[in-house]
């Protein structure tokens, strides 16, 4: 066809590609540092503009550049809240007038996390055993552990093998202040204990230590709260339960007792002074702080139990005995 070849065809159209870019301005991208997101200018008729991004926590969007003309600022991105939530995309920035600037949005507030990364509702609860494992929640600098212990005999769990156990179905634990099903308790059985005392006596207990042993023993400020309230049951009816709470003056390792083959004045706990009987069935139990006692034999002058000394809390029995524990929580002053 015609006398033009191929050739002249393809230079032809690269000619008239480059008028168009001509006509746009320059060629070159836009180049801009991620970390603020702030639009460079429009070079021509026709620049677009730079979305503005949220700041943290709800913070206003930084500053984009417009372009030139009436391109719209894109909607800024989510703030991050301070406990894991994600904010809401904040709203479009307005029309950009030739050469000015368009803002992102706002970014939305984080919402609340969850779990561990949240910020805890309740700090005056324990442990509520629905993590199956030794941990107590760690809160407000309470990083212990449940733990076992005993004169003789037997206990399960080992202290090194600490488990919780499933509630069975036909005898559930309803718990107002949980949000979701309560399928775990702490579960210790105690057999072998017999009625001969050895040098320490006859007991076996499940306790809390308020923190982490490293490798001694350490107190807790508990003086915001006024005694401890649980839930229990047993096996066996009226099964006197002792509730003690080790303090740092009477706890080995911690205070100033003495724990020798000369001189042992450590372990004279303050406890209930009244046992806790527990009942077949599940019950809800208080045990104040003002109302507990030492035993009399060890380290003594102490006017009264000291909360912001508390070391642990120990369920303690003086007889063989199943026993069910669970969603142990502080007793805040102001209630």
Known sequence: MGGVSNAARVRSRIAAFALVLGALGTGSCLVYDPSDLTGQPGGGNGGSSMSGRGGTGGGTGLTGSGGGGTTNGGA????????SGNGSAGSTGGDGGDGGEVTGGTGGTGGAGSGGGGTPTRPELIDDCEDN???IRQVDGRNGLWFTDKSKGTVVPAAGAIRMADIPSGEPLEIPEMTSANVRAFRFTVTGL????????????????MR?????????????YKGVRFYAKATEAMLPLSVQFPIAATEEGVGDCVS?????DCYDHFH??????????????????????????GMNGIDAMTPDQLVSIHFRVNENADVWIDHVEFIPVAE
């Open 194 to 209: 017999g009625t001969e005392p050895t040098a320490d006596g006859i007991y076996a207990l499940a306790g809390i230590d």
């Open 272 to 297: 209930s002074i009244d046992p806790v009987p527990l009942a077949t069935t599940w019950a809800r139990y208080e045990v104040l702080f003002a109302d507990t006692a030492q035993y009399g034999w």
């Open 76 to 83: 800024g991105l989510g703030g991050t809240g301070a406990d």
């Open 212 to 224: 982490a042993r490293t490798p001694n023993k350490h107190a807790y400020d508990a003086s915001a």
């Open 133 to 135: 494992n030794q941990n």
């Open 260 to 264: 020798g083959a000369a001189v042992n």
